[in-house]
């Protein structure tokens, strides 16, 4: 009875676990969502000062293109970085 605490379960794994990196942002990403919180508070500054069309131009540049590209940026891979391998022709 006690053989069955050595049994492994189907469709389970035994080995080594491998260490995923649980954090993907690099400084790259950082400073693009730096840059995208100065549109944005560049936008609130002018819109203060009662612009009404460099004010929603700034914070919509801010809010929808700059923060998203922080966000989606991947860091380059060991096979990124190198050439890229040609086709074959």
Partial sequence: MGSQKNKVKPGTK????QK???FV?????YLTL???LVV????FITLRMGSITLAPLLLVLG???II???ILLRP??????????????
Avoid: H, M, W
């Fill in 63 to 65: 809010y929808c293109v």
């Fill in 14 to 17: 035994r080995g080594p676990r």
């Fill in 40 to 43: 944005i508070i560049a936008g």
């Fill in 68 to 70: 998203p590209i922080g």
């Fill in 34 to 36: 730096l840059a995208g």
């Fill in 76 to 89: 380059k891979t060991s096979t990124q970085e190198g050439r890229q391998p040609s086709a074959d022709r």
């Fill in 20 to 22: 995923k990196s649980s």
């Fill in 25 to 29: 942002f690099t400084r790259k990403n």
